[in-house]
């Protein structure tokens, strides 16, 4: 009922910077959070951010100042703005999104995943 649909991913030097969408549609009533998680090979997936209805935002340690969450609320759109890159960014990227459907139904959909690589 849900889909997710990301772009954005691709190849960068590190200092760079890359900017990934994702777009949410179907039947959906209200988003409660959409988010941004990652998972690099041989490691479990870990949340880099995350952005709540009321505009709220957390990141990893890690991504502070120099990663960007934002959403556009008209679009049920979610971007993540990457700004100085290393090469430990590399990962495959998720967006998340939970909320309810038009028939107030819960539900968690996951993006198709945008791989992003920074070389050093």
């Known amino acids: 009922q849900v889909q997710l649909v990301e772009s954005g991913g691709g190849l960068v030097q590190a200092g760079g910077s890359l900017r990934l969408s994702c777009a949410a549609s179907?039947?959906?009533?209200?988003?409660?959070?959409m988010g941004w998680y990652r998972q690099a090979p041989g490691k479990q997936r870990e949340l880099v951010a995350r952005?709540?209805?009321?505009?709220?935002?957390n990141y990893a340690d890690s991504v502070k100042g120099r990663f960007t969450i934002s959403k556009v609320n008209a679009k049920n759109t979610v971007y993540l703005q990457m700004n100085s890159l290393k090469p430990e960014d590399t990962a495959v990227y998720y967006c998340?999104?939970?909320?309810?459907?038009?028939?107030?139904?819960?539900?968690?959909?996951w993006g198709q995943g945008t791989q992003v690589t920074v070389s050093s």
């Open positions: 179907g039947r959906i009533s209200i988003i409660n959070s």
């Open positions: 998340n999104v939970d909320g309810l459907t038009r028939d107030l139904s819960s539900f968690l959909g």
């Open positions: 952005i709540i209805s009321g505009g709220g935002t």
